[in-house]
């Protein structure tokens, strides 16, 4: 199988993004199992190899991806002038740097010069600016990526459970405004194509949280559930799809009633996310699904706390190359048993 190119973008230069990234990528052996294309800062990647101790690995110093070469770990230099880190604060030159290597990696995902994308985790306050009005990596990519009619889903996964959002980086105050009957149908819809086409899920299985405490107990205090997301639930089971719903979340996840299903669909960020990070080993993934392309990350941030000491975790964003990998390939098998269906026979007279 050829081996695919796996583009990966430094994130916040005063975090712990390139210290994981490197980590990752630098065992024995690994180019034997993809080509690495690491956009980021020449002069910062070789300090940080020798901060953590690997300054035996050699880089293939290009001027784009397009020059990339297989088998080797290609360095794409970001930024005309060294950069000096700040670790563990958040600065208007590490937001930049950041963006200009998402933004650098993005187009060479586009241009086919890459063929999945691994982002570093960032700092979303001052990685926004006006030329960058996104909240965060999904809704950008979504933009940038997104062909018409596509819209992109957060899912955090593991090798255990998979945990979706409907509404991303959304204020409390306005999360209901987003939970709505035909939001939950449209998310859930694409979950069940992405489980199929992405994970290789038969007939995936989706639990839909309700928003509300008890499940707003009959309305006291919330009708959501039974104005958006119960007829949510019955609208996709009429379609054949298996959704179920919706469970109050503190007794789902308390429970273990979500090892029964292929998906969660939270209806917020921490109502999915922190039961999530909590149950996991440090293993999770994000996974930007419903666009054509394939774009993980690690299930971190910035770690600031610890930037710079050289002491950070890489299991995560190993997963995150790793996993890219998986659903890039399992779009590929699935894609070609998809195709080219046998046409009916014709009776002949």
Same mark, same amino acid.
């Given at each position: ?225 039974? @104005?958006? *997301?119960?007829?949510?639930?019955? /609208?996709?089971?009429? %379609?054949?799809?298996? $959704?179920?719903?919706?469970? +109050? !979340? ?72 790793? @996993?890219? *990998?998986?659903?890039?390939?399992? /779009?590929?098998?699935? %894609?070609?048993?998809? $195709?080219?269906?046998?046409? +009916? !026979?014709?009776?002949?007279?």
């Amino acid at each position: 199988m050829e081996k695919l190119r796996v583009g990966l973008t430094q994130g916040d230069t005063n975090g712990v993004g390139l210290e994981v990234i490197l980590k990752s990528i630098m065992p024995e052996g690994v180019t034997e199992l993809y080509t690495p294309v690491l956009f980021a800062n020449r002069k910062l990647t070789l300090s940080t190899l020798q901060a953590i101790g690997a300054e035996n690995v050699r880089f293939q110093h290009i001027p784009s991806a397009a020059e990339t070469v297989d088998g080797r770990i290609n360095l794409v230099n970001i930024g005309d002038t060294p950069i000096e880190p700040s670790y563990g604060v958040p600065t208007p030159e590490s937001g930049a740097a950041a963006r200009q290597a998402l933004q650098a990696a993005v187009q060479a995902l586009k241009d086919g010069d890459i063929d999945v994308l691994v982002t570093g985790p960032v700092c979303k306050s001052v990685t926004h600016c006006e030329e960058f009005d996104f909240p965060g990596h999904t809704e950008y990519l979504e933009a940038t990526l997104g062909e018409e009619g596509e819209k992109a889903t957060m899912i955090l996964f593991n090798s255990e459970m998979r945990v979706a959002l409907l509404t991303i980086h959304e204020p409390v105050a306005k999360i209901s405004d987003g939970v709505r009957e035909d939001a939950i149908t449209d998310t859930a819809r694409r979950l069940d194509a992405t489980l199929r086409r992405d994970f290789g899920c038969d007939r995936p299985r989706i639990a839909v949280l309700s928003l509300n405490p008890h499940c707003g107990d009959g309305g006291l205090i919330g009708d959501e559930e039974g @104005r958006e *997301i119960l007829p949510a639930v019955k /609208r996709l089971q009429e %379609d054949n799809i298996l $959704a179920f719903g919706p469970y +109050p !979340a503190d007794g789902f996840f308390g429970g273990g009633l979500w090892k029964e299903f292929d998906v969660v669909l939270a209806m917020y960020h921490d109502q999915g996310l922190a039961p999530f990070k909590a149950l996991d080993r440090g293993e999770g993934v994000n996974f930007t699904a419903g666009l054509g392309y394939v774009r993980t990350s690690p299930d971190h941030g910035t770690a600031y706390d610890i930037a710079g000491q050289m002491k950070a975790d890489s299991t995560s964003m190993s997963q995150a190359i790793y @996993r890219a *990998i998986d659903i890039y390939r399992n /779009r590929e098998r699935y %894609d070609e048993a998809s $195709a080219n269906p046998l046409k +009916p !026979a014709t009776q002949k007279l």
